[in-house]
């Protein structure tokens, strides 16, 4: 089974940068899709920003020119670098993998997708 595991959250005024952290575990063999998304109270979860393996990303309209998405395929990691934040951005934010093949008992494992527990990000004055 494959983990994900976020880091980097925090509270920043507005106009701070903030950048998340994500890594996934186990035996790994690829990834194809890796993404970022939140969920603010009340609302419901929306994607931010994803990176397909071959390196085509792709954003929210709301993030575009602030947040910057990048990951290394080889170390099966991924960070959003967010700049510019605004009191709208506050939202808990989680990791997505899809489309996963890893090896489990010896086997060739395919899983859809797999979620971390999520960080707090927090845009306050």
């Known amino acids: 089974q494959v983990q994900l595991v976020e880091s980097g959250g925090g509270s920043v005024q507005p106009g701070g940068s903030l950048r998340l952290s994500c890594a996934a575990s186990g035996s790994i063999v690829s990834i194809k899709v890796m993404g970022w998304y939140r969920q603010a109270p009340g609302k419901q979860r929306e994607l931010v920003a994803s990176m397909t393996s071959g390196g085509g990303a792709n954003y929210a309209d709301s993030v575009k020119e602030r947040f910057t998405i990048s990951r290394d395929n080889a170390k099966n990691t991924m960070a959003l670098q967010m700049d510019s934040l605004r009191p709208d951005d506050t939202a808990v934010y989680y990791c997505?993998?899809?489309?996963?093949?890893?090896?489990?008992?010896?086997?060739?494992?395919?899983?859809?997708?797999?979620w971390g527990q999520g960080t707090q990000v927090t845009v306050s004055s």
């Open positions: 997505n993998a899809e489309q996963i093949t890893y090896w489990k008992d010896n086997y060739m494992t395919y899983e859809f997708a797999s």
